[in-house]
């Protein structure tokens, strides 16, 4: 052991001596493949232990698998919370373990922000924003209804709650917007697809979907070929993510517009790490910086895209 929590006389750890134990969510969407080799390509290239697990999406595997790092006497916790609440018990024992917790792209909702020292994700409300703001323009000229399917991300989980939050808020500006299905796909393919499946026989007159990540966009698109419409023109589809398949679609004409949301947190996670564990201050909220993309700015940015 080289010294506890750093600056004692020893000096700082150095990266070699760290352990860090990261709960993920699960494998669920392109966007958290990406993520998970993201973040772990960035410990490997900092020399830094990183003992990772893989939560198949349910609370009760993450928070076992928190006990366990605490258990282990790992240096940092860190992880991204499948859903919002129910987070404060095993939070408090990290704490009283002394063992610094950081959380990654989904929040908690805890009232206590003394159980984590840095939240580094994206702003999904923004993202829901950003998705309806697109919508109002596109039928900026038109008077005429506009249906509109909403495909959820998982029950609970921040992005879902938050995309839904701020799209509706946008939308609720104008009457001719009415989300008349929402229900979840779980961030899925599979999802997408059944859900939309579901949906589009009980509102055949569907204008619009809003599918909360590309996975699910990209199950809805099946779904409607199956039912043989054309997908981005008889039915036009939002999502939320901008993962390489999803580009491809968007550039296709299959989806009509993405509100970029970054899964490369890597670096950041390593850096904020780092600074916790030499007992540096750290920003408690750090937000992801992001874009949105049309078709042709999807052509263009296909060739390039990483993940
Ligand atoms: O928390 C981020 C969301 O989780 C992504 O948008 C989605 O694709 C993933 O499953």
């Known amino acids: 052991g080289g010294g506890g929590g750093g600056g004692t006389e020893e000096g700082p750890k150095d990266p070699s001596e760290i352990v860090v134990g990261f709960a993920q969510v699960g494998a669920e969407s392109g966007w ?45 916790i860190s ?10 018990a095993v939070l408090k024992e990290a704490k009283d373990a002394g063992i610094p917790v950081v959380l990654t792209d989904r929040a908690v909702d805890s009232q206590d922000e003394s159980l984590y020292v840095s ?28 249906n509109i399917i909403q495909l959820e991300g998982t029950t609970g989980a921040a992005p879902a ?24 796909g779980d961030f899925t393919r599979a999802g997408g697809k059944q859900v939309t499946e579901a949906l ?65 947190l890597g670096k950041q996670l390593v850096d904020i790490v780092k600074k916790v564990v030499a007992g540096e201050e750290v920003e408690k909220r750090i937000i992801t910086e992001e874009t949105t993309f049309t078709q042709e700015e999807a052509v263009e940015a296909l060739p390039d895209r990483q993940y």
């Open 161 to 184: 709650i938050d995309r839904a939050e701020g799209f509706a808020e946008v939308i609720a500006d104008d009457e001719k917007f009415e989300v008349v299905a929402s229900q979840t």
């Open 119 to 146: 939240f580094l994700g994206s702003d999904f409300v923004e993202e829901g924003k950003k998705a309806g703001e697109w919508l109002v323009e596109e039928y900026a000229d038109s008077t005429d209804p506009v």
């Open 32 to 76: 958290r493949t990406a993520n998970t080799k993201d973040i772990q390509a960035a410990f490997e290239e900092a020399g830094i232990e990183l003992k990772f697990s893989d939560a198949q999406q349910k609370q009760e595997n993450q928070i076992k698998a928190i006990r366990s790092y605490i258990q282990q006497g790992v240096d940092v």
């Open 200 to 264: 589009l026989k009980s509102n055949p007159d569907v204008d619009v979907i809003y599918a909360h990540n590309d996975d699910m966009g990209l199950g809805a698109i099946e779904a409607i070929e199956a039912a043989g419409m054309k997908p981005g023109e008889d039915i036009k589809i939002i999502t939320v993510d901008a993962v390489k398949d999803g580009m491809q679609a968007l550039a296709d004409g299959k989806i009509n517009f993405i509100v970029e949301c970054s899964p490369l």
């Open 79 to 88: 992880f991204s919370p499948v859903v919002e609440t129910g987070w404060d």
